[in-house]
């Protein structure tokens, strides 16, 4: 199975800061890396598809990079509805696999 | 617009079998292309994969449940239903059902069911 790590495990920012969360692979998995958001009892909300597609509705403040083994999910500038929750996904190989998430907190 | 929704006991005995229908409306689980899938979450937890039906019945299983799941699709209802046999109480956790595409061989999740929480407890 590929493993997908996501650092940092947790996180606190600012409204308005700049936030990375990086996803690392145990192996390349080329672009087949999705990001997901969850909300406290909600379910997981597609952002990013293919390493760096903006999912239809999804504000332009999120981006996603990366191939090979290492992604980044970028928020340029953080609103108070974007605490929450954050998930990369493989597709390259089966079993699909997610990362242990991300969670953005506000400072 | 795509939906879905979960149905299913919310609890379970230990060494039950569960089984989960997603009905779903927007999409034709008969086009090239598409799927649905099956991910769980416990609570507190991360996402876990479980299976996942193809438009061509071809179906896939996470390898550690492998021997315990079972996915079906009925197109004709707009439904897939999913089994687990032997429940335990680790198995307790919120199951959600969701549509998948692909492009250029990248699949995602997109939108996903909002979930059914189900918990084994004698």
């Known amino acids: 199975d590929i493993q997908m790590t996501q650092s940092p495990s947790s996180l606190s920012a600012s409204v308005g800061d700049r936030v990375t969360i990086t996803c690392r692979a145990s192996?390349?998995?080329?672009?087949?890396l999705n990001w997901y958001q969850q909300k406290p009892g909600k379910a997981p909300r597609l952002l990013i598809y293919?390493?760096?597609s903006l999912q239809s509705g999804v504000p332009s403040r999120f981006s996603g990079s990366g191939s090979g083994t290492d992604f980044t999910l970028t928020i340029s500038s953080l609103q108070p509805e974007d605490f929450a929750t954050y998930y990369c996904q493989q597709s390259y190989n089966m079993p699909l696999t997610f990362g242990q998430g991300t969670r953005l907190e506000i400072k | 617009q795509i939906t879905l929704k979960e149905s299913g006991p919310t609890l379970v005995k230990p060494t039950q079998t569960l089984t989960l229908t997603c009905t779903f409306s927007?999409?034709?689980?008969?086009?090239?292309?598409?799927?649905v899938g099956w991910i769980r979450q416990p609570p507190g937890k991360a996402l876990e994969w479980l299976a996942l039906?193809?438009?061509?019945?071809?179906?896939r299983y996470s390898p550690s449940l492998k021997s315990r799941l079972t996915i079906t699709k009925d197109t004709s209802k707009n439904q897939v239903v999913l089994t687990m046999t032997n429940m335990d109480p680790v198995d307790t956790a919120t199951y959600y059902c969701?549509?998948?595409?692909?492009?250029?061989?990248?699949?995602?999740?997109?939108?996903w069911g909002q979930g059914t929480l189900v918990t084994v407890s004698s």
């Open positions: 293919a390493a760096s």
């Open positions: 192996q390349s998995i080329s672009s087949y």
């Open positions: 969701a549509h998948s595409e692909k492009s250029s061989g990248s699949r995602w999740f997109d939108p």
């Open positions: 039906i193809y438009w061509d019945d071809d179906k």
């Open positions: 927007g999409f034709s689980l008969s086009i090239s292309g598409v799927g």
